[in-house]
């Protein structure tokens, strides 16, 4: 089946992204307009002072039997193609939804009328919404997408809705609870973070050329950890990276410090990327109003670790945590060399919000064994995408546990049991999984373009289909 | 077979957008879908108050469109192949160039023309052409501004092609070229393209209208009912016109011929003050101070005009078909009351040009007598019924003196005019019935001519744009609408 793409106006470089304001369209008469450069996008935005994103829709793009139209141009649907209307959350889905402090029309608001009647005659036109980069998305964002739909005269069933969540279905069903009567949308696992770490570690490998829409201007080109690291000498047990401080890792930190093991790590640490700077006093006075129940019994040691993090203040491994450090490119192998298993603080953690990026592809990149502080059935997950994990050395039943404090204290508890390994029985485990992550490595190498085109061929029909939930990677 | 496409920058949900379009205007296009047509620009003018400095390019309604990002070498390598660039100003010329704005960074038709297109310019089978419609007039401020424009932009006027009514563009840019010592080789093309032709055209050919027009049977029965001399319809009152009725008021004319006219319409100057100071006088960069005094009236002519006009003032408004001219558009081309025709022996034109060398167009009124088997003669830009019979129709020269189209100074003409107009009063209706049969043949033989610039005959438009592109068919002063 054919996708074809429709955009609802054509600059001169080509089809300009869907759902642009029509006070900025002026800025895509620029003559050297090139939307896949996001360079010349920092460009023009600097040159207008005028800040507006164009991320390109990416991953539906290696089906491979595409087209691209203008609305305009649709005289005869053909009934056997499938007619795709992208527009991207540009990875923040509340400023796509206008739910932060400054509001401003969404992209639904600058759906072509012309469109709108195509969609609604045509069972085979969908709007596309594309979120990549960033996890998170639950039945809170698309219940404001549903109204977003009623308000802009949008059918809602007729969103299909890419993502990179692993639990779409407790979205629809947590949605069904408050709008029992209304037809879904179709909801799309893609786990971007896979292919597009797949291709940050092709181009280290050289096994590419070309790192095709992720370099920026702030990205390094990583180098990738050797399998022989296994026997290298070791400055530390683990590998710990951080850098947002989201209340999982506030929590998760606080209990290493204050066991005082977080020296057997080498770990990233900067005060500045706090998403709780009142931690403390919620803690002490609204331990409730945290997304995670803690068990009262720990409060102390929690203070008192926290009080350790605020006193190391700033801990740098690599490079400066700055907030937008990209998290393609910039692998440095030395941080791998140097350790023998990685603690993987993943963004999300909620059974609500499943989901993988590409912090939990690093470790497999460079050979590492990891434990996964992430939602639950991540593990899972992974394994449905064909990698192994590491029940044979240790206890994996916490990605089975949805309560998020209980499974948190199992993954601590299961860290510290493995801080207390020796350096020797760490090169005995280490020998032991080798095969294992020589597999997994290798198996990052698949998820090139050409096989992300075969995944969404499977799935393809499902578009068209009664089925709401649709999972392509 | 040469191919002619239309290539456009910008493609959105309704289709094109205009090329040049005003990018400030963009909020109040999405407003309304997008779509590119009239009703929009009538709408983005009187209910936001902002003018579009492009519109509907008129010519192509049936030639192949295509997006610029769709041009690719097979296309472009062709040289079979013609890409054209259109612009249209839709009447708001001095939008289109820049000399007014609606915003401050409002951009002139070249700016926003996309770089893509500048660098395809290169190619021999690529040009832009510009449509100076509905507003031709094209003075010496337009030139100056279209070759700043197009420095600016690195565009070379060779690749541009401007078409308007216009037939004393090409003298005129030739004047400016000589005038600041300009290569010629580098100069604008020009096109001439008389759209109020192809109107009154399609209304004589139309079925339905057929009961509007004096036809040959009914010209023979009203050679004798003839109750009045000349038929001289105003609308909007300029100089030249209140000049012209002022005249015929002092020489008591007013009776034996039909006028219609309005002092309430349209009329905020002072008409004798602009006399005295002589405020008719279009002065230009090439006006000469030994110039004025030839352009100006004589003082006993002045005294005589403004006698004339206390006196018009007097009657103040003559109403013939319209009563309420706020209620016509004018240019809308509505057709007369053929009764008007019916009674009166000659039509005199009065042209919305007269006095200005560098506008010298014609406009709807010109064609009106033509379609009603009337004679006429013209207050308008000399060289008008010269322009006319380059279209095919044929004039009056055999019944009375016609010198006064190539007479280049303008009061000489408006003043040679009028005595003709009081000449043909002179003449008894028996003379005129005389003449009438005379120049029968002559009036269907216009009115037949009138024919050929149909809809009918618009693959004539574009096959001689495609002749014109390929430099097969140079002449003096280039017809889109010239006929077989």
């Not at chain 2, 574009?462 to 280039?478: A, D, G, R, W």
Request: charged content about 25%; aromatic content about 14%; overall charge neutral.
């Amino acid at each position: 089946m054919k996708i074809n793409f429709v955009y609802d106006f054509t600059s001169l470089a080509g089809p300009l992204v869907n759902g642009v304001d029509p006070k900025n369209i002026k800025y895509f008469f620029d003559g050297n307009l090139d939307l896949q450069n996001q360079n010349y996008i920092d460009k023009i935005n600097k040159k207008y002072n005028n800040y507006f994103w164009v991320w390109p829709n990416s991953f539906l793009y290696q089906y491979g039997n595409t087209d691209e139209l203008c609305t305009s141009d649709i005289n005869d649907v053909n009934e056997n193609e499938l007619y795709l209307y992208p527009i991207t959350t540009q990875g923040d889905l509340y400023d796509f939804c206008s739910l932060k402090e400054k509001k401003h029309q969404t992209k639904f608001y600058y759906i072509s009328n012309q469109f709108k009647k195509l969609l609604k005659e045509n069972n085979n036109f969908f709007i596309y919404i594309e979120h990549g980069m960033e996890p998170y998305f639950d039945s809170h964002i698309l219940k404001e997408m549903y109204k977003l739909c009623e308000s802009n005269d949008i059918p809602f069933q007729k969103l299909l809705i890419t993502n990179g969540s692993n639990s779409n279905h407790l979205t629809l069903q947590d949605f069904s609870e408050e709008y029992p009567n209304v037809k879904h949308p179709k909801l799309v696992t893609y786990n971007w973070g896979l292919p597009l770490k797949s291709q940050d570690m092709r181009v280290a490998l050289q096994i590419v050329d070309e790192q095709v829409g992720v370099e920026t201007s702030d990205t390094y080109r990583s180098t990738v950890c050797d399998i022989s690291h296994i026997k290298n000498k070791k400055e530390k047990k683990a590998l710990l990276l951080t850098r947002r401080l989201r209340s999982q890792r506030l929590l998760f930190l606080s209990l290493m410090f204050n066991e005082n093991i977080i020296d057997k790590t080498l770990y990233s640490l900067d005060m500045d990327l706090n998403f709780y700077p009142n931690f403390k006093y919620i803690l002490e006075n609204e331990i409730e109003s945290l997304n995670i129940n803690v068990e009262k019994k720990y409060i102390n040691d929690i203070l008192n670790g926290y009080q350790l993090m605020i006193k190391q203040n700033k801990k740098i491994v690599d490079y400066e945590l700055t907030p937008y450090l990209s998290g393609f490119g910039n692998e440095s192998k030395e941080l791998y060399e140097k350790t023998f298993f990685s603690i993987v603080q993943e963004t999300e953690f909620s059974v609500w919000q499943q989901a993988i990026t590409e912090k939990v592809i690093q470790p497999i990149m460079h050979h590492h064994p990891f434990v996964l502080i992430g939602s639950p059935y991540s593990l899972k997950n992974l394994k449905r995408l064909g990698f192994k994990t590491f029940d044979k050395w240790w206890d994996e039943s916490y990605d089975n546990e949805e309560d998020d404090w209980i499974r948190l204290k199992m993954i601590f508890d299961l860290v510290k049991n493995l801080l207390t390994k020796t350096d020797e029985e760490f090169y005995t485990i280490l020998n032991e999984m080798k095969d294992v992550l020589e597999y997994n490595h290798n198996h990052l190498k698949i998820f090139d373009s050409e096989y992300i085109g075969e995944a969404i061929s499977k799935k393809i029909n499902e578009f068209t289909s009664d089925k709401n939930i649709i999972t392509v990677l | 077979m040469n191919s002619l496409y239309l290539v456009y920058d910008f493609e959105g949900p309704s289709g094109f957008f205009y090329n040049s379009s005003n990018l400030n205007l963009h909020q109040y296009y999405f407003e309304n879908d997008f779509v590119f047509r009239n009703d929009i620009e009538d709408f983005i003018k009187t209910k936001k108050d902002k003018i579009p400095n492009s519109s509907n390019n008129i010519f192509f309604n049936e030639v192949k469109k295509i997006h610029i990002s769709k041009l690719n070498s097979n296309l472009l390598d062709n040289q079979n192949n013609y890409f054209i660039y259109p612009i249209f100003t839709g009447g708001n010329n001095q939008y289109s160039l820049g000399i007014k704005k609606n915003d401050e960074n409002d951009k002139s038709i070249f700016d926003l023309i996309s770089n893509k297109w500048k660098k395809l310019l290169k190619r021999k089978n690529c040009n832009i052409i510009i449509y100076f419609g509905l507003e031709h007039e094209m003075p010496i401020e337009y030139f100056q501004k279209i070759y700043i424009l197009l420095q600016n932009n690195n565009i070379n006027p060779n690749k541009v092609w401007i078409i308007s009514n216009n037939f004393s563009n090409i003298d005129n840019n030739n004047k400016f070229l000589d005038k600041f010592g300009i290569d010629k080789s580098k100069n604008l093309n020009f096109l001439t393209y008389y759209e109020q032709l192809k109107t009154k055209s399609n209304e004589i050919i139309d079925k339905k209208l057929v009961d509007k027009f004096i036809n040959q049977v009914t010209y023979d029965k009203n050679i004798f009912s003839k109750s009045k001399k000349g038929l001289i319809l105003n609308r909007r009152l300029p100089l030249h016109r209140k000049i012209f009725l002022s005249l015929i008021m002092y020489d008591n004319y007013l009776d034996s011929n039909l006028i219609s006219f309005d002092l309430g319409f349209d009329n905020q100057r002072d008409f004798v003050d602009d006399i005295k100071n002589n405020r008719y006088v279009q002065g230009n960069i090439f006006f000469q101070k030994s110039d004025y005094n030839e352009n100006t009236f004589s003082d006993t002519i002045k005294n005589k005009i403004i006698k004339g006009y206390s006196l018009l003032n007097k009657i103040y408004k003559n109403t013939l078909d319209v009563d309420d001219f706020k209620k016509i558009d004018g240019r809308a081309l509505e057709i007369d009351d053929k009764r008007l025709y019916e009674k009166t022996c000659f039509s005199v034109i009065s042209e919305t040009e007269m006095f200005s060398n560098f506008d010298r167009y014609i406009t709807e009124k010109s064609i009106k007598p033509i379609q009603q088997l009337h004679p006429f003669i013209m207050i308008a830009p000399y060289g008008s019924l010269q322009y006319l019979k380059s279209l095919g129709f044929k004039t009056f020269d055999k019944w009375w003196d016609e010198s006064y189209d190539l007479e280049k100074n303008n009061i000489k003409r408006l003043l040679m005019v009028y005595d003709l107009f009081k000449s043909l009063n002179e003449k008894s209706f028996e003379e005129w019935n005389k003449i009438h049969k005379e120049m029968k043949s002559i009036l269907i033989y216009n009115k037949e001519n009138l024919k050929n610039y149909s809809y009918k005959n618009d693959n004539i438009v574009l096959n001689n744009l495609k002749k014109y592109l390929s430099n097969e068919h140079i002449q003096e002063n280039p017809k889109l609408l010239q006929t077989p």
